[in-house]
DNA sequence: CCAAAAGTGTTGGAATTACACCCATGG
DNA sequence: CCATGGGTGTAATTCCAACACTTTTGG
């Protein structure tokens, strides 16, 4: 989706290729500078800010669609990718989406007819992703006039019912964060105990003891300590980690019990 | 959905009511006789059981349609119901549906024609129920032919994807186990602690200790003890219990940790 | 040498598990 | 009176939560 011309016969013609009334949004967080961050998109033609998204081609699954899309905005592959719930009681999402309206986002230049395959109601299914915040970088194109990293605490009001995306999408995570590990897709290869530690903190949205907090990670196997250090300043060098791939996968499969 | 007729205009004309390519099946899980159930129906022109499902109606939420399929099925209303997924990826439902294949399910009175509503790749939202198996009665009818409540040790293998949506509503009940009361709706307004004690046994798949179960029930302030038993033959009448409804409201609502 | 952050062990209390005997009932 | 299932308390253990001082580093 690069050129005008792609994007005219998309809204003329996308009908084809995707299916139609169903979008994926993705609530993609990021971890940086101590703070959980998510990725919002602002389109052309659009007044606010909201989750990147798109359409499910024909012959895709769910998740191949949410995968690529994901890939085309960040840059990234191979995400973990969860599906948490599927939208579409919200007002918005039930009043349809008529010629007038379409007519006004597409602007002057393209003539919406009755039978545009964009019109009706849409729903969306919605995943989340968790992605080291360093690895991605957003491209803008002629689609996606703005990107940026917002603070979850600190989020405008976003388009549709996206803000009600966000916050049932936290709160699947949460839930999630006692009975699978988390972390992997967050964190850079090698992490240091504070970073994971405040991670967890930052999910939870409160505060986990120093001491007791790695104590249970360890317990369950899934970290292994490196001999390396990663300098940070006129500070003592924190130790870093990894975490230990075979039983953080089994963890993810098998479920655990964390209480925190 | 009474008569002939109406089958054929809602095979005809449906799309003019009903979102097209979007269905909502239900997993309505019933208890009896120390046995988690599961209610199935057969539908006229399919081969095989199902899970009770439907259509939404183009202004009706998810949750609506769920529910109003569920009455119209099983008689209750006012349900405790909840989304689980949303399925559109297994084999059977990327593959369209074609002219030939709705042309073989309708039979030979009917003509569809290359623009039903019913044709090409259909999507489904899960929503499970839990019910009290004895408020249940089954309306057959025109489409239903058959219906069955199954163990659900038990199943057949069921038309298109719907064992994948069983066990994925088993994983989910099974999770939500642990951070909400269960039972309100499966149970008899007034039951005894061995029925809701083998209840959480039969939906977590494991042994619950006889004297430990009831006490974290009681610590959460979700147990009325009645002055009632229940006689049972040549054996001790054992006790009456009702759930506390306002600790049970709240606990649905905030959320409790169970481990057990 | 100082400021800032990392690292580390122990203890008291709470929660969880394990376990066995008596009671009530209807036939 | 007997077979069957219901009811109940305690002790041992494990798990969890709370807590403060020492070490390292660069400036």
New binding site residues.
């Given amino acids: 989706m690069k050129t005008a011309d792609d994007i005219i016969d998309f809204i003329l013609h996308g009908g084809e290729q995707y299916l139609p009334h169903l979008t994926i949004d993705s609530a993609i967080f990021g971890y940086h500078a101590q703070q959980l961050k998510i990725l919002l998109v602002k389109l052309h033609g659009e007044d606010g800010w909201g989750l990147p998204g798109g359409f499910v081609k024909k012959q895709e699954t769910f998740r191949e669609a949410a995968g690529r899309i994901l890939a085309e905005r960040t840059g990234i592959e191979n995400l973990f990718l969860q599906q948490f719930y599927a939208f579409g009681d919200s007002p918005y999402r039930r009043r349809e989406q008529t010629v007038a309206d379409l007519q006004k986002k597409v602007g002057p230049w393209l003539t919406i007819t009755d039978d545009n395959w964009l019109l009706g109601r849409q729903i969306s299914i919605g995943y989340y992703a968790l992605v080291d915040f360093e690895q991605v970088s957003v491209q803008t194109d002629l689609l996606v006039e703005d990107y940026r990293w917002w603070d979850i605490q600190d989020l405008p009001h976003l388009l549709y019912d996206h803000n009600d995306m966000v916050n049932k999408a936290l709160e699947t995570i949460r839930l999630q964060l006692y009975h699978q590990p988390i972390g992997a897709n967050l964190l850079p290869d090698k992490f240091?105990?504070?970073e994971i530690h405040i991670l967890y903190e930052t999910l939870l949205g409160k505060s986990l003891?120093?001491?007791?907090f790695?104590r249970?990670l360890f317990?369950l196997g899934l970290l292994n300590k490196l001999d390396q250090?990663r300098?940070?300043?006129?500070?003592?060098?924190?130790?870093l980690y990894e975490f230990n791939k075979a039983n953080y996968q089994k963890a993810l499969e098998e479920g655990i019990v964390l209480?925190?």
Same sequence: chains 1, 2.
Avoid: F, Y
Wanted: net charge positive.
């Fill in positions: 240091t105990l504070p003891d120093r001491r007791n790695p249970k317990s250090q300098p940070i300043g006129p500070h003592r060098a924190p130790n209480v925190m």
